[in-house]
């Protein structure tokens, strides 16, 4: 399943791992992106804190961890090819990989629909 925050992050849970990117609606806000920063690889991370700082031609953002847990895996192939994202932010462009400290933590995230009407509100 699925699982959206309110600052347009998505995660999607896989097993034991939370694998975590930007929404489409995020990256078409962003626009182009010319840099991603994956800087959190082997990192414990806590919900709310940055893994990524990704760059585009309008702004630089910093991407948050949605859930606690480490890092276990960063998608390198955007360090080459940024551009990955803004064509597939919920596919091929994920950030990175969480593997979970409390799978639990999930249902605290936003729904589709909920996301959904977050955005159509925006």
């Known amino acids: 399943m699925t699982y959206y925050t ?17 929404t489409q609606h995020a990256a078409e806000a962003l626009g182009d992106l010319v840099f991603i920063d994956l ?11 940055a893994v990524a700082v990704v760059e585009s031609v309008k702004a630089a953002s ?3 961890a949605p859930v606690a847990g480490q890092v276990v ?5 955007l360090s080459d090819d940024p551009a990955v994202v803004s ?3 919920e596919g091929a462009g994920w950030l990175v990989k969480i593997r979970l400290d409390d ?7 936003l729904d589709r629909a909920a996301y959904d009407a977050l955005v159509a509100g925006a």
Request: aromatic share 4%.
């Open 6 to 22: 309110q600052d347009h992050e998505w995660v999607r849970h896989e097993g034991d791992l939370a694998v975590v990117g930007i």
């Open 39 to 49: 800087h959190a690889d082997g990192k414990q991370v806590s919900a709310g804190d």
């Open 62 to 64: 910093d991407i948050y």
């Open 73 to 77: 895996e960063v998608n390198t192939a």
């Open 87 to 89: 064509a597939d932010p």
């Open 103 to 109: 799978p639990a933590s999930l249902s605290e995230l």
